[in-house]
Nanobody, 125 residues
Framework: QVQLVESGGGLVQAGGSLRLSCIAS????????MGWFRQAPGKEREFVAA????????YYPDSVKGRFTISRDNAKNTVYLQMNSLKAEDTAVYYC??????????????????WGQGTQVTVSS
């Protein structure tokens, strides 16, 4: 079993930056593919970023490509999401997720097995 705890959310002005952290415990962290998702009120949970087991491969949707960066530090059991050039439409609850069945990049919600509690990101225009 994997436990995930996100932190780092808050209020930021459009054009600003924010760095989210996700600390994992309960299972060997380095064996898992990891991802970030977000969900705004009335919206489906949306894929934001994914990273493979080693951190050597990442993937982003067009909505955040060039602005967001996912990274991981397996020695610290932590995955990060650096968010730059934030827009009002980035406002959502952001969730960290772990895919215990895969080591490669996964983008679908159904591919992930464990989820954090979420951290609110609000971008003012």
């Amino acid at each position: 079993q994997v436990q995930l705890v996100e932190s780092g959310g808050g209020l930021v002005q459009a054009g600003g930056s924010l760095r989210l952290s996700c600390i994992a415990s309960g299972r060997t962290f380095s064996n898992n593919a990891m991802g970030w998702f977000r969900q705004a009120p009335g919206k489906e949970r949306e894929f934001v970023a994914a990273i493979n087991w080693s951190g050597g491969s990442t993937y982003y949707p067009d909505s955040v490509k060039g602005r967001f960066t996912i990274s991981r530090d397996n020695a610290k059991n932590t995955v990060y999401l650096q968010m730059n050039s934030l827009k009002a439409e980035d406002t959502a609850v952001y969730y960290c997720a772990a895919a215990i069945r895969f080591t490669h990049i996964i983008t679908a919600v159904r591919g992930y097995d464990y989820w954090g509690q979420g951290t609110q990101v609000t971008v003012s225009s």
